[in-house]
């Protein structure tokens, strides 16, 4: 039995996804506005503290644009006055299909992957991303080649100085304790038997947050901390299963020793599964893991509806989260920024957005039930996140990779090895971004250096002198 709506809100307000940005949509919705519905994934904490909040466990089987309804898997139909689309994205698989590849995408595949580890004497790890970065320095006690298709390792994040400083970090040993989170956390309450049994394997759950492999024991069957070789400029050409890479007389190479020229010699190993590069070497391992970056999960929805599409495949978005259909908005992994963008602010699919797209895009929603109007949120004004790679606490700040600026900026650095590296890209004598590495309380003086866009050429490379308190300057 429904309860009777006030007629300002009349027709539900349908979420689609239960990952950060549809979560975040929701409750934000729940606040301003009388009842809607939330599709997928199991939560009943968001039932508890929102009454007005229907969960549905069900995917989305079609949506008819035209008609405001979508249609689930439980043969069910609901009828929306407004729809938010937040269904996140998919894990690029190098190969589909295959039990010896694993995508780490969510926690059931976290899980997974720890399980496997167990076993393992050594694995593979394809991708330069945020994930691959994070696996390859918790994993110990097991050999890892890290192949990547840059010179660089974290290339999406990093320059190739940034990328030296934390190689180093990589090879040496792992003694140190963790560095202390100082953000909100998110973190998955354990599922209940009965809830997984309902799921398929097949279905997929909301994208890891930054915090993903606390809890997880990332070890492997060896006694060592750290084993990592990287071969860089490489791709996957083939991968053999054991049989065909035995009929296929080709020879693996063992793990490479040292850094130096070393005799090649043949792998005496026998393993579950060989990877073929591209650069012709070949190595054999117990698993292989599937980095490699994310495509928005838009399938669901395209049959016999006509949105417009970024060209990385997301569902175009306006600077209001709406898409080119009536009253359907967007936000998350899903979606593709389309409006013309603030000078230092890109999208990137991570955790922060999601979440910033999913609260505005709820504002924006309830903002047009409402007949009112809504400014831009400031979120979109600056690009700022906050991580961890390799122990160490990272920012970054506006064009931090100088995206866009093309040949016409310049960059300050300061490194000090092992501690801190500090890079600053600097046009006009304008700041328009930073890269933080290590504790360098330099976040909000920079934050608002960039956004103020004061000219700071007076300043020259004093801008970076540790010796100067630039907090006292700019406060």
């Known amino acids: 039995m429904?309860?009777?709506?006030?007629?300002?809100?009349?027709?539900?307000?349908?979420?689609?996804?239960?990952?950060?940005?549809?979560?975040?949509?929701?409750?934000?919705?729940?606040?301003?506005?009388?009842?809607?519905?939330v599709e997928e994934q199991p939560n009943t904490m968001l039932e508890n503290r929102f009454p007005n909040i229907k969960v549905i466990e069900s995917e989305v089987k079609q949506l008819k644009s035209k008609e405001?309804?979508?249609?689930?898997?439980?043969?069910?139909?609901?009828?929306?006055?407004?729809?938010?689309?937040?269904?996140?994205?998919?894990?690029?698989?190098?190969?589909?299909?295959?039990?010896?590849?694993l995508g780490i995408r969510d926690t059931d595949s976290a899980q997974e992957f720890q399980k496997q580890l167990t076993k393992a004497k050594r694995i593979m790890i394809i991708g330069n991303g945020g994930i691959a970065l994070e696996l390859v320095y918790e994993i110990e006690g097991c050999e890892v080649i890290w192949a990547i298709k840059d010179k660089a390792i974290g290339n999406t994040f990093f320059d190739a100085g940034a990328a030296e400083f934390l190689t180093s970090k990589l090879i040496a040993e792992k003694p140190e304790a963790k560095i202390a989170h100082k953000r909100t956390r998110y973190t998955t309450e354990e599922r209940k038997k009965e809830a997984q049994t309902k799921g398929s394997a097949?279905?997929?759950?909301?994208?890891?947050?930054?915090?993903?492999?606390?809890?997880?024991?990332?070890?492997?069957?060896?006694?060592?901390?750290?084993k990592i070789h990287i071969e860089t400029m490489c791709e996957v050409k083939?991968?053999?299963?054991?049989?065909e890479f035995r009929i296929s007389r080709k020879k693996s190479l063992p793990f490479p020793r040292d850094h130096h020229n070393q005799p090649v010699t043949t792998d005496k190993e026998v393993w579950p599964v060989y990877v073929e590069l591209t650069s012709e070497k070949i190595y054999g391992c117990d698993f292989i893991v599937s980095a490699t970056g994310v495509t928005p999960n838009t399938e669901p929805f395209l049959c016999g509806n006509n949105f417009d599409l970024g060209e990385d495949g997301g569902l175009k978005v306006d600077d209001h989260m709406h898409t080119s259909l009536s009253d359907i908005y967007a936000a998350g992994d899903i979606c593709t920024a389309s409006w013309q963008p603030s000078p230092v602010w890109q999208q990137m699919r991570l955790w922060t957005q999601a979440r910033q797209m999913g609260w505005y895009a709820a504002k924006c929603m309830a903002a047009a039930t409402l007949g009112q109007s809504t400014d831009m949120d400031f979120s979109f004004e600056l690009f700022a996140h906050v991580t961890k790679f390799f122990n160490y606490k990272v920012v970054l700040l506006?064009?931090?990779?100088?995206?866009?600026?093309?040949?016409?900026?310049?960059?300050?650095?300061?490194?000090?090895?092992?501690?801190?590296?500090?890079?600053?890209?600097?046009?006009?004598?304008?700041?328009m971004g930073a890269v933080l590495i290590g504790e360098t309380d330099l976040e909000e003086t920079f934050e608002n250096l960039i956004l103020n866009q004061m000219d700071l050429s007076s300043y020259g490379e004093d801008l970076l002198d540790p010796n100067i308190d630039l907090e006292d300057y700019f406060d």
Not at 205 to 224: I, Q, R, V, Y
Not at 407 to 421: A, I, P, V
């Open 398 to 431: 506006g064009k931090y990779n100088a995206q866009g600026l093309g040949s016409d900026h310049e960059l300050m650095l300061r490194c000090t090895k092992g501690q801190e590296y500090v890079k600053v890209v600097m046009q006009n004598g304008r700041m």
């Open 202 to 226: 097949g279905n997929m759950g909301s994208a890891l947050g930054p915090d993903w492999h606390e809890g997880l024991n990332l070890k492997g069957t060896k006694e060592f901390s750290h």
């Open 68 to 101: 405001h309804c979508i249609l689930t898997g439980d043969g069910s139909q609901h009828v929306y006055k407004k729809l938010c689309l937040c269904a996140g994205a998919k894990p690029k698989l190098i190969c589909e299909g295959n039990p010896y590849v």
């Open 2 to 37: 429904e309860a009777a709506r006030p007629p300002s809100t009349a027709g539900k307000f349908v979420v689609v996804g239960g990952g950060i940005a549809g979560v975040t949509c929701a409750e934000q919705v729940s606040k301003v506005l009388e009842e809607f519905d």
């Open 238 to 243: 083939k991968i053999y299963l054991q049989e």
